[in-house]
């Protein structure tokens, strides 16, 4: 079982997020409003600009959760997270999880249960995304 306890945090390095990479975005996810991918309509909103799509920050979340516990988040993650701020394209992204609950899972030998607080923070350290995973870990 894998040595996990309550005030672990666990990081993703630092992404830094362009107008290419929420274009690849809006690609994969079939979703190109204007707010994502034109930045002559995205000047006109309330965001002065073009921002992300909230699900590419979500999934900086997704990849730490993999990269912390593999198989484990894939077969028995869960994730809850709030949309805190817009990001825009320049913004630097940092992911981090703190384990906030590390018990053994009852009636499953050699199993946790962690809960972990979540957040993506733009260079200004202002939350982008806040939330909590949970995951049962071998």
């Known amino acids: 079982m894998k040595e996990i306890s309550k005030g672990d945090v666990f990081t993703l ?9 929420i274009n690849h975005y809006a690609d994969a996810a079939e ?4 707010l994502h ?3 002559e309509f995205a000047k006109t909103t309330r965001y002065g600009g073009t921002i992300a799509h909230g699900m590419l920050s979500v999934a900086f979340i ?7 516990f593999g198989r484990d988040w894939l077969t028995s993650g869960v994730i809850e997270t709030s949309f805190m701020a817009p990001v825009y394209p320049g913004d ?10 590390a018990e053994p899972v009852e009636g ?8 972990m ?9 202002e939350k982008v995304i806040k939330g ?4 049962k870990v071998s």
């Open 13 to 21: 390095p630092a992404k830094n997020v362009t107008q290419e990479m």
């Open 31 to 34: 979703d190109h409003n204007p």
């Open 37 to 39: 991918i034109d930045p």
């Open 62 to 68: 997704q990849e730490l959760m993999i990269h912390t």
């Open 92 to 101: 630097t992204i940092t992911t981090e999880a703190k384990v906030i609950k």
């Open 108 to 115: 499953a030998e050699n199993k946790l249960q962690v809960r």
């Open 117 to 125: 607080q979540v957040l993506c923070l733009n260079g200004k350290q």
């Open 132 to 135: 909590t995973t949970e995951v």
